[in-house]
């Protein structure tokens, strides 16, 4: 059976982190979908479309990755696109309670799901995009956490040109 993955998440925005993740599925994984959520409730500092724009100039390089948006349960996501796996990362101890809770909500909605979590680089465990976002806003370099067009449409967004 081809080995279909959903890496879900907000991505706002796709940070060294995120592609560190990506690399290392897209050995694992034949096919691989980064899919936006689209959450009418969080608010965001780019769209989604914005968003869904960076991540494929982000992941151009990859040819077995794709990019989609979603919204509604991710588990009716992974249905409709005929997915297994569900793929996340694990930074720190911080995120294993939200993660865990996921994975097990996830798959008593879905049996044939399975999340794959995946440990990044140690450089990248301290990296978020709300921390990014903090950094940004406050006019330091994001230089070392995102691609250089994604640290000029921070700069746009603040303003710190
Ligand atoms: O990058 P994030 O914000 O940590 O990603 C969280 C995401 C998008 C994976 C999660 O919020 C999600 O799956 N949302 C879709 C709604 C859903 O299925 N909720 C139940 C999951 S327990």
Same mark, same amino acid.
């Given at each position: 059976?081809?080995?279909?993955a959903?890496? &879900?998440?907000?991505?706002?925005p796709i ?20 899919? *936006? *959520?689209?959450? &009418?409730?969080k608010?965001?500092?780019?769209t989604?479309?914005e ?11 990859y040819?077995?990755?794709?990019i ?6 991710l *588990?009716d ?12 990362g ?15 909500v ?5 049996? &044939? ?5 995946m440990? &990044? ?10 921390i ?6 406050l006019?330091?370099?994001?230089s070392?956490?995102v691609?250089t067009?994604?640290?000029?449409k921070?700069?746009?967004?603040f303003?710190?040109?």
């Amino acid at each position: 059976m081809k080995k279909k993955a959903i890496y &879900p998440g907000s991505f706002d925005p796709i940070t060294f982190g995120h592609l560190d993740l990506l690399k290392r599925s897209c050995k694992l994984f034949d096919d691989l979908t980064i899919a *936006v *959520v689209v959450n &009418p409730h969080k608010k965001a500092l780019f769209t989604v479309d914005e968003r869904v724009a960076m991540i494929k100039m982000a992941t151009k390089k990859y040819r077995n990755v794709k990019i989609d948006k979603f919204d509604g349960l991710l *588990v009716d996501y992974a249905k409709k696109v005929k997915a297994n796996v569900i793929i996340r990362g694990l930074r720190a101890i911080a995120d294993f309670e939200y993660e865990f809770q996921m994975a097990l909500v996830n798959r008593s909605l879905y049996k &044939p799901l399975d999340m794959v979590y995946m440990m &990044p680089s140690v450089e990248y465990t301290y990296l978020s995009s709300s921390i990014v976002r903090e950094v940004a806003s406050l006019g330091g370099d994001v230089s070392g956490f995102v691609s250089t067009f994604i640290a000029g449409k921070l700069k746009e967004k603040f303003n710190n040109a």
